[in-house]
């Protein structure tokens, strides 16, 4: 069965502390991954796409990379703003997409 | 309207009551979703309409009932709920994604947040 792992499960970063979220998958075949954020009580909202390994995105303070076994998502200099719950989730040829729990971030000023 | 709109955001019922959720989607996409995220958990799907195709997940108890009337339209119908229905139910579309295709990202609606009391 395909499975996504996130990890860690929390972080806690000062602002301006920079550091990654992981995320493992084990999939029979990867059409794409994805990440996306959520802030509470709200949808989640698309951030990246990645297609094949060595492949990276960048928007404003956050840095996605693939690789044939997992992914990153590299925060750099991360403010208050930033916090929020960020989920992977994998299109693994099937009709839908395997999300994993998410990395719940809180940024403190 | 842009983007997935949800109605209603907020919504509380017993459980002898029935209700209905609505989605619409403003961007021309072909698929639509609906997904059950409760907390601590990972968001499940529930059903897909692809081309006005249902593909169901199984696992969905039967007092769940979806209805794709058109590609930008989305129902979920709901009845005899129990307690550990309360949850955010997600409502989100994409471009059909087929044999050979390209994957699409998935676009989300707001959620409504169900309370079964």
């Known amino acids: 069965e395909d499975q996504v792992t996130q990890s860690p499960e929390a972080l806690r970063l000062q602002e301006g502390e920079s550091s990654s979220l992981n995320c493992s998958y084990t999939v029979s075949g990867l059409r794409g991954l994805f990440w996306y954020r959520q802030d509470p009580g709200k949808g989640p909202e698309f951030l990246f796409t990645?297609?094949?390994a060595g492949e990276e995105k960048e928007k404003e303070r956050l840095k996605a990379t693939l690789t044939k076994k997992e992914s990153f998502l590299h925060i750099t200099a991360p403010k208050p703003e930033d916090s929020a719950t960020y989920l992977c989730a994998i299109d693994n040829y099937g009709q839908n997409f395997v999300f994993g729990p998410g990395t719940r971030l809180s940024v403190l000023p | 309207e842009t983007g997935v709109t949800q109605t209603p955001r907020h919504l509380v019922m017993g459980m002898t009551n029935k209700k209905s959720l609505k989605c619409e989607q403003h961007l021309g996409h072909n698929a639509m979703y609906w997904y059950k995220q409760s907390a601590k958990k990972p968001l499940e799907l529930m059903f897909v309409?692809?081309?006005?195709?249902?593909?169901e997940n199984n696992s969905v108890p039967s007092r769940f009932s979806p209805e794709c009337p058109n590609s930008s339209h989305l129902f979920l119908h709901l009845h005899t709920l129990q307690p550990e229905d309360s949850a955010l139910y997600l409502c989100?579309?994409?471009?059909?994604?087929?044999?050979?295709?390209?994957?699409?990202?998935?676009?989300f609606g707001p959620g409504t947040r169900l309370t079964v009391t």
């Open positions: 309409y692809s081309l006005e195709e249902r593909v």
């Open positions: 989100a579309s994409s471009y059909y994604v087929g044999p050979g295709t390209s994957s699409y990202e998935q676009y």
């Open positions: 990645l297609y094949s």
